[in-house]
């Protein structure tokens, strides 16, 4: 019987910032449908990861790969991993007032697709998803977060 591929893999990944080597061999392998958490406390190397797997430029991959549904994600640029559905959401966000999450989500996929979606479609589709994950319909209307880092 032949084993299901990871569709996320991390695989010995070494990572340095100015020369200081902070992640050391990283190994995770996530199958479609499954949820990991990364935890650990301060200065484990989370936040070390998650720039890395954004595409951060001062944080350098020295060894390991990083594959996405099979590709190496560590040679793309940071939009190419955007466009992948790769994103980095913070802890302590702050709102920006004025634009809400649906319209954000709907701009970004416009912006990745290159193709218009009407207002109407979109949110029919979003809240769609959202009931299907089980997330309150609210944060469709909620302002959208800014985050400093």
């Known amino acids: 019987m032949a084993t299901e591929q990871p569709f996320f893999l991390i695989d010995d990944l070494h990572v340095e910032i100015e020369e200081n080597e902070i992640l ?12 990991h958490a990364i935890m650990g406390p301060n200065g484990s190397g989370k936040s070390t990861l998650a720039h890395t797997l954004m595409g951060h430029p001062s944080y350098e991959a020295t060894a390991g790969q990083v594959l996405f549904n099979g590709e190496d994600i560590l040679e793309r640029d940071p939009n190419d991993r955007a466009k992948l559905g790769i994103f ?13 999450t649906l319209n ?11 193709e218009e979606i009407s ?6 589709h979003l809240l769609e998803k959202m009931d299907l994950l089980k997330i309150n319909r609210e944060f469709a209307g909620r302002y959208l977060f800014l985050i400093y880092t």
């Open 24 to 35: 050391r061999g990283v190994d995770l392998s996530v199958k479609r449908g499954e949820i």
């Open 88 to 100: 980095l959401a913070f802890q302590y966000p702050l709102a920006i007032p004025g634009v809400s």
């Open 104 to 114: 954000f989500l709907r701009t970004s996929l416009k912006a990745v697709k290159q």
């Open 119 to 124: 207002a109407r479609e979109f949110r029919r």
